[in-house]
Nanobody, 122 residues
Framework: VQLQASGGGLVQAGGSLSLSCAAS????????MTWFRQAPGREREFVAG????????DYADSVKGRFTISKDRPKNTLYLQMNSLKAEDTAVYYC????????????????WGRGTQVTVSS
């Protein structure tokens, strides 16, 4: 499985960005897809996750109400719509995949894409 994240960039506080993560290779039907982020000097943290069927979602408290995770199953693509961005959202964003349910712990994921940088200016 290969994951490729894209869509990062520079945006002013209060603005919006949309990230994408294209998955290719052997795709399992029971996989959860998740976004993590890592700011300089900080641990990689959970942002949002979605079940393979797209029915169940989970969000970190820090992004709840501002970010929306979704996926297009036929296109094997994961999305993260980020609105009302804040300076503290600045980080490298990673998509990740695991077989099973959405979990918030980094070590539970065995497939990772390259990160995409999101910078929010205040």
């Amino acid at each position: 499985v290969q994951l490729q994240a894209s869509g990062g960039g520079l945006v002013q506080a209060g603005g919006s960005l949309s990230l994408s993560c294209a998955a290719s290779g052997r795709i399992f039907s029971d996989a959860a897809m998740t976004w993590f982020r890592q700011a300089p000097g900080r641990e990689r943290e959970f942002v949002a996750g979605i079940s393979w069927g797209g029915i169940r979602t989970d969000y970190a408290d820090s992004v709840k109400g501002r970010f929306t995770i979704s996926k297009d199953r036929p296109k094997n693509t994961l999305y993260l719509q980020m609105n009302s961005l804040k300076a503290e959202d600045t980080a490298v964003y990673y998509c990740a995949r695991r077989t099973g349910s959405v979990l918030r712990t980094r070590r539970d994921y065995n497939y990772w894409g390259r990160g995409t940088q999101v910078t929010v200016s205040s």
